[in-house]
């Protein structure tokens, strides 16, 4: 049985040990977001469906409503949580990158998405190429424009974001080489609908009509086309943005109602970041820095990407009905494991109390039967003490009627001592006893028969009489009882060893 509780407890740890074991790293993913516009709400969303493979991480999303000072101060809180990873897409470089490095110094992977940062201290980069999607900006205007010079405003991201700085500097770049293509005017629309309405409105109110609008994202191109609305009523001046986004009331459909006339694709890619994240959690090589293709999205492709987009919106839904029916389900079946675990867990624990009172019981019994046993035994000593003291008795009774008894015949051959007829019959007659009883009683306690006895008493007196006085041999011989001095003297040599002759009697 004891077996048992040591074969139960092992089983227990190691279904404890299994239990515990078994269990995922439990990682935490804290995000920084710069703001919260739907190109940012769309990437949140790519990195929660992605994590639905990942239920063991927890990804908590920061957003910093586009201030860069706002941004630092949660960064330095995230910092003192310390996340197993950090994913943040710095709302201008250089006021937010010393808060990502010292998040980096401090030892929490940093992925900085989208957005650059200056320096090198961050784990990864996963982002376009803006500088490309300048250039791809360019080389659209130059193929939509046919006459010999294009005046272009340029509504700007947040200037000190580095999308904004590459984009401006991509498009710079690539209409270097078309002499008469010309940014006329620039603004800071910084990144948002209303204020690249306020901007461009007013770079048309100063400035003569353009040829091109280009603004660094989709949003800022609807302010802009609203701005045009408003000071150009009814007239169309082609605007180009970046981002294409596939939303409702998003790039796409700009593109397809004619807001926008072309789109740089920029997709937030929250799938990749999040398997990225998880390559770094889980020590997997990843790339360092991914960066992003982009193309220009027209009309054309617009309708035919909206299409598309509507069909995989379709499948996405159905996958997410899915994933959440997964989810459900792996919920059902974690509870069920920990269910059975319990179960297991708790039958083993039964069992393991039941060999302890098992246990116990078998030690009660043991304790019980040993204490009956010692009463037994207690009890028997006790009745032999009681027997033997019984025993004692009778014995001592009987010994003192031997004694008496003895005494009594002893006596009786005394007196007749002299007498030559002294034999059985006189001795039993005198002792009131039968002659087989006096037998039987003289040979238990002497050893010896009553003749014998009576011999033997003859012959110590004459032994004693030879000793203690000067009668002759003969005269001895008739006091002792015996008829004649030599049977005397043959029964004496026999007792004694020596002839009564050889006596020496007192001077
Ligand atoms: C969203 C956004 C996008 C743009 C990107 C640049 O916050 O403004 O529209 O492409 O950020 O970082």
């Known amino acids: 049985m004891k077996n048992t509780v040591y074969v139960s407890f092992v089983i227990l740890f190691c279904l404890l040990f299994i239990g515990c074991s078994h269990k995922e790293p439990q990682y935490t993913i804290m995000v920084s977001q710069c703001s919260d516009d739907a190109w940012r709400q769309q990437m949140n969303e790519e990195m929660q469906r992605e994590l639905l493979f990942h239920p063991n991480v927890q990804l908590h999303i920061w957003q910093a409503d586009a201030n860069s000072q706002r941004q630092c101060l949660q960064l330095d809180s995230i910092?003192?949580?310390?996340?197993?990873?950090?994913?943040?897409?710095?709302?201008?470089?250089?006021?937010?990158?010393?808060?990502i490095t010292r998040a980096y110094q401090k030892g929490i992977p940093v992925i900085v998405a989208d957005r650059k940062v200056n320096g090198k201290n961050y784990t990864a980069f996963i982002g376009g190429d803006n500088y490309e999607i300048g250039h791809l900006l360019a080389q659209y205007i130059q193929t939509h424009w046919d006459e010999r010079s294009c005046s272009i405003f340029e509504i700007t991201g947040l200037l000190g974001s580095t999308p904004a700085l590459l984009r401006h500097k991509g498009l710079v770049d690539g209409l270097q080489s078309l002499s008469n293509f010309t940014i006329t005017a620039q603004a800071n629309g910084q990144w948002f609908q209303e204020p690249a309405y306020a901007v461009t409105l007013n770079l048309l109110q100063q400035n003569p009509k353009p040829d091109f609008i280009v603004a660094h994202n989709d949003l800022m191109a609807i302010g802009a086309s609203q701005a045009v609305e408003a000071v150009y009523p009814g007239e169309d001046i082609p605007i180009i943005g970046v981002d294409a986004l596939s939303g409702r009331g998003m790039g796409l459909d700009a593109i397809c109602d004619g807001i926008e006339d072309a789109s740089a694709i920029y997709a937030p890619h929250g799938d990749l970041i999040i398997q990225t994240a998880i390559?770094?959690?889980?020590?997997?090589?990843?790339?360092?820095?991914?960066?992003?293709?982009?193309?220009?999205?027209?009309?054309?492709?617009?309708?035919?990407?909206?299409?598309?987009?509507?069909?995989?919106?379709?499948?996405?839904?159905?996958?997410r009905l899915l994933q959440n029916k997964v989810s459900d389900l792996t919920k059902t079946l974690s509870m069920q494991r920990m269910l059975v675990y319990a179960l297991v867990v708790l039958i083993v624990m039964v069992l393991i109390i039941v060999a302890i009172l098992h246990n116990i019981y078998i030690y009660r019994k043991r304790v019980r039967e040993e204490r009956e046993r010692t009463q037994r035994t207690i009890m028997e000593q006790q009745q032999r003490l009681e027997d033997m003291s019984t025993e004692l008795a009778r014995v001592q009774a009987t010994a003192s009627s031997a004694d008496k008894f003895m005494q009594q015949l002893m006596r009786e051959i005394e007196i007749r001592?002299?007498?030559?007829?002294?034999?059985?019959?006189?001795?039993?007659?005198?002792?009131?006893?039968?002659?087989?009883?006096?037998?039987?009683?003289?040979?238990?306690?002497?050893?010896?028969?009553?003749?014998?006895?009576?011999?033997?008493?003859?012959?110590?007196?004459?032994?004693?009489?030879?000793?203690?006085?000067?009668?002759?041999?003969?005269?001895?011989?008739?006091?002792?009882?015996?008829?004649?001095?030599?049977?005397?003297?043959?029964?004496?040599?026999?007792?004694?060893?020596?002839?009564?002759?050889?006596?020496?009697?007192?001077?």
Do not use: W
């Open 79 to 99: 910092i003192a949580l310390h996340p197993d990873l950090l994913i943040v897409s710095p709302n201008e470089a250089d006021e937010v990158e010393p808060a």
């Open 279 to 319: 390559a770094i959690l889980n020590k997997e090589p990843y790339e360092r820095d991914i960066v992003l293709p982009s193309f220009i999205m027209d009309k054309e492709g617009a309708l035919a990407m909206r299409q598309y987009a509507d069909e995989m919106n379709r499948r996405v839904e159905t996958i």
């Open 417 to 507: 001592m002299a007498d030559t007829d002294l034999n059985v019959n006189t001795l039993s007659a005198a002792m009131n006893i039968s002659r087989a009883q006096l037998f039987r009683k003289v040979k238990t306690l002497t050893g010896c028969s009553p003749v014998d006895l009576i011999r033997s008493l003859r012959l110590k007196r004459g032994q004693q009489l030879l000793l203690n006085t000067d009668d002759s041999i003969q005269q001895i011989a008739y006091a002792v009882g015996f008829t004649s001095a030599s049977y005397f003297t043959k029964c004496y040599k026999d007792m004694f060893g020596t002839s009564p002759g050889e006596v020496t009697r007192p001077k």
